[in-house]
């Protein structure tokens, strides 16, 4: 046998042993994935199937533009009565895509108005649970008018509660939004305020089935125990998973809150506020990542707090109810916005942009105490397509002609190549919009 022979005698050898140690290994997988399977089937929870892992992989398993689902079911989900949760499929009865923990779906609504007609509005609702292919669900919170306004109670929500029922046809987009849940082994601190408790139980519902090992969090804040939703299934979890761990928090409680926590040891029950002294006292030192949802003014205390306590911003995750611009401290967020000069006493501010809508036939000079385009445009007489003002919905978007835009932050709803959502932006350059 010649060297040349011996070597390829060895190397063959030891090819093949490592092919059946690649085999075993394999085939050892194979059977922990079925009996994994198995067991999840025994217990009826969903199993871990062809679930994308990124935005990116959301959008294309999404359909274009909107799609008729029906109403299954309609369950009211506190003492109060003032939420109630929505079960929607889909009338063509094609299987759901999935979609992030955390995210929301877009409806179209044609709501009656006093005339006898209808006026077209679009409103954006957080999913609150798990994905599933055959539903989604939403939970919506009967809006009560703003105090000491003469207004009607939100427009919307009314609508959902008094008008829609079961076998109610509604028109919804794709599922979408940027803030949802990771995927990493990383613990969790989810806070949620009043209604901001819906996408957290998308996130906890889908960490209970994906990731049980996982440790996280749910601190929820509302007035009182009339106002929790699904107060005994987030209780069953908690019982029934020791990585899960509920605080409950009553700014307002009632008497029979008092009586309860003092005659029974209720650790997971507090009579306060949702604060950073509360998560210090409560939670052990470790790199958490915070994802809160709630009131605009429960996320400008809560989040800069956070800041202060030594969080970073990269850990900071967080979605406010409407328009929001939360204050972040300088190494968590950038500034995007250039130095403007004006003339001493003008009261406005010479920024050399100039803002041309090309169907309306206007050019104008840029005001930054607009605040955005969409305000720029509706205070110079031009009428916009807008939804919910607060870059989600995506019915302000705008062809671009020329020029660039830029965002405050970025918006939960993906424009389309060369057009911008003027509800959230402000022109760079100089810019000329469609409209």
């Known amino acids: 046998m010649t060297s040349l022979s011996l070597l390829l005698w060895i190397v063959s050898v030891i090819a093949l042993q490592l092919a059946i ?19 999840a089937a025994e217990l009826d929870l969903p ?14 398993a999404a359909w274009p533009g909107f799609r008729t689902f029906r109403i299954d079911r309609k369950v009211v989900e506190d003492a109060a009565q003032s939420i109630c949760s ?17 995210q929301f779906l877009t409806f179209r609504l044609d709501i009656p108005t006093a005339t006898g007609g209808a006026e077209q509005v679009v409103r954006c609702y957080s999913l609150s649970d798990a994905p599933r292919p055959d539903c989604y669900r939403i939970s919506i919170k009967r809006g009560p008018p703003p105090k000491s306004r003469h207004v009607p109670a939100g427009r919307s929500s009314t609508f959902f509660h008094e008008q829609v029922a079961v076998g109610s046809l509604l028109q919804v987009r794709a599922p979408a939004g940027h803030f949802y849940i990771d995927r990493s082994d990383a613990p969790i601190v989810l806070i949620a305020g009043g209604i901001g408790i819906t996408p957290m139980l998308s996130m906890l ?33 908690a019982a029934a998973h020791p990585n899960f761990h509920l605080r409950l928090c009553f700014s307002d409680p009632l008497p029979e809150d ?31 990542h915070f994802y809160i949802c709630g009131p605009t003014p429960m996320l400008e205390s809560l989040v800069p707090a956070l ?33 403007q000069t004006g003339a001493p006493g003008t009261g406005t501010m010479d920024t050399g942009i100039i803002v041309t809508f090309a169907k309306s036939g206007k050019q104008l000079p840029w005001q930054p105490m607009a605040g955005n385009l969409l305000e720029f445009a509706e205070s110079n007489g031009i ?3 807008s ?49």
């Open 258 to 288: 008092v009586a309860r926590n003092d005659v029974t040891r209720h650790d997971y029950l507090h009579h306060r506020r949702i604060d950073v002294s509360l998560l210090r006292m409560q939670l052990p030192l470790k790199p958490y």
């Open 21 to 39: 140690f690649l085999g075993i290994g394999f085939w050892r997988h194979w059977l922990d994935y079925h009996a994994l399977r198995s067991r």
């Open 205 to 237: 519902n889908w960490y209970l089935a994906e990731q049980p090992e996982r440790e996280i969090w749910l601190f929820y804040g509302v007035r009182n125990s009339r106002e929790l939703v699904m107060k005994s299934h987030l209780e069953a979890l």
């Open 86 to 102: 929505f079960y929607l499929i889909p009338e063509d009865g094609q299987p759901l895509p999935p979609f992030l923990p955390g």
């Open 47 to 60: 199993v871990k199937l062809d679930m994308p892992s990124g935005a990116e992989e959301i959008a294309v």
């Open 387 to 435: 939804g919910c003002r607060a870059g989600s919905c995506g019915s302000c978007q705008t062809t671009i002609r020329a020029g660039e835009v830029t965002y405050r932050q970025p918006p939960d709803y993906d424009p389309e190549p060369g057009t911008c959502l003027l509800c959230v932006c402000t022109p760079k350059t100089g810019v000329t919009l469609e409209i």
């Open 383 to 385: 009428v916009v397509n």
């Open 307 to 339: 800041e202060d306590w030594g969080v970073p911003g990269a850990r900071i995750h967080f979605e406010a109810f409407g328009p929001s611009s939360i204050k972040r401290k300088p190494s968590a967020a950038a500034s995007i916005a250039a130095p």
